[in-house]
Nanobody
Framework: QVQLVESGGGLVQPGGSLLLSCAAS????????MGWYRQAPGKQRELVAA???????DYADSVKDLFTISRDNAKNMVYLQMNRLKPEDTAVYYC??????????????WGQGTPVTVSS
């Protein structure tokens, strides 16, 4: 069974930092695009950052130069380092695995989310 489990969320003051982690089980993340999404109350879920299996990264304009996505294929982990956090970064953050392989076909898996609150 493929599963993604996020951790590292919590309450942080504006200007602070958090490191989110996404642990994958039942599948190797190395063959897939891994992304972090977020959903704030009353808003649609949006892409924050993604990294392809080839190592290319993409970021939402609002988090460029502030957040960094990385992956450790050996540990089957994906991370999101969030710096200089703002109240508008408050949301539930989700990890997503997506891609196609001959073995699994097209696959899309979401984690359960980890809440981040930026407030003084």
């Amino acid at each position: 069974q493929v599963q993604l489990v996020e951790s590292g969320g919590g309450l942080v003051q504006p200007g602070g930092s958090l490191l989110l982690s996404c642990a994958a089980s039942g599948i190797s993340v190395s063959a897939y695009t891994m992304g972090w999404y977020r959903q704030a109350p009353g808003k649609q879920r949006e892409l924050v950052a993604a990294t392809t299996k080839g190592g290319r990264t993409d970021y939402a304009d609002s988090v460029k130069d502030l957040f960094t996505i990385s992956r450790d294929n050996a540990k089957n982990m994906v991370y999101l380092q969030m710096n200089r956090l703002k109240p508008e970064d408050t949301a539930v953050y989700y990890c997503k695995l997506e891609g196609y392989t001959k073995l699994t076909g097209y696959l899309e898996v979401w984690g359960q989310g980890t809440p981040v609150t930026v407030s003084s």
